[in-house]
């Protein structure tokens, strides 16, 4: 019973990491520029792309996997500031345009797949041993990675001038503009940050996952519900509806039918968010 429960619980923190590293970037583009970006899954999906092509082409995996969040990122930048930044006041325009975005993405890399399914090898196969259960390599990586973003991202945010700067723009986004706050360029940087993040997670999750045009679509919703459950505003608020997401995503299949799962993850979402419409931590400041 106690080997079930602690595979039980690595399971969880393995997806619960997955999802945090989406949603980090995701939330704070949300909660800094007041758009809801609907491209995100697909630049989860470029990120994983980004790997299979440079794995393909004959190149260590790793350097893929290095690869990866760069390029997003400067997609990312290219995209703010070519399109998304045309619609900082009219959201509603601003979320159909990331749709269609991510359609486009999602669409051109199906055909360039041509709509296969494709494989993306552990770049450090294998497992480690402890009380008496044997444990991914590669999902312990993604869990420690996820955990120093997490560290380095509030570092950076709570403990440098810059990352004050963010905070203040995030916060109150006109004070900031009174105060002489280039907002214009740090929503560019910020884009481009939760960009980059969201390859990084294509990247780590593509050797676990089969590629395929639609990867996406999944963590796109979950990472909306996770948004949804711990209000836009904070930094800690996305992260901590993301756990909350990723433990009920991956915990429920092993309490219920797998297909009764994800309506359940939904219904659990909504009823948190009916009882508490600014999230967990949304509106406490």
């Given amino acids: 019973m106690f080997t079930e429960l602690i595979r039980f619980l690595f399971d969880i923190l393995a997806f619960t990491s997955v999802m945090v590293l989406i949603v980090l970037g995701l939330g704070v583009i949300a909660s800094m520029m007041g758009i809801f970006n609907f491209a995100h899954g697909e630049l989860v999906l470029l990120g994983a792309y980004t790997v299979f092509i440079v794995h393909d082409a004959g190149y260590n995996i790793w350097v893929g996997i290095m690869c990866a969040p760069v390029v997003v990122g400067l997609f990312g930048v290219i995209l703010e500031r070519s399109i998304i930044r045309r619609f900082y006041t009219l959201p509603v325009v601003a979320m159909l345009g990331t749709y269609a975005i991510g359609l486009i993405i999602r669409e051109t890399i199906r055909g360039l797949l041509g709509g296969h399914y494709r494989s993306v090898p552990e770049p450090l196969s294998g497992s480690w041993s402890a009380f008496s259960l044997e444990f991914s390599i590669w999902r312990t990586l993604i869990i420690v990675s996820t955990a120093l973003v997490i560290v380095g991202s509030w570092l950076f945010l709570t403990k440098t001038s810059f990352g004050l700067q963010i905070r203040a723009s995030l916060e ?22 939760g960009a980059a993040l969201a390859g990084l997670a294509g990247a780590l999750v593509v050797p676990l996952y089969q590629l395929s045009a639609d990867m996406g679509l999944r ?20 992260v901590l509806g993301a756990a909350a997401v990723g433990a009920l995503a991956a915990g429920l299949p092993w309490a219920v039918l797998p297909v009764l799962a994800d309506p359940l993850v939904f219904v659990t979402a909504l009823v948190i968010v009916k009882l508490r419409p600014q999230g967990f931590i949304g509106g406490s400041r």
């Fill in 219 to 238: 963590f796109l919703v979950q990472g909306f519900l996770s948004i949804m459950l711990g209000g836009i505003g904070t930094f800690e608020g996305p």
């Fill in 172 to 193: 109150n986004p006109r004070l900031a503009r009174a105060s002489g706050i280039s907002t214009d360029s740090l929503y560019t940087f910020t884009f481009a940050f």
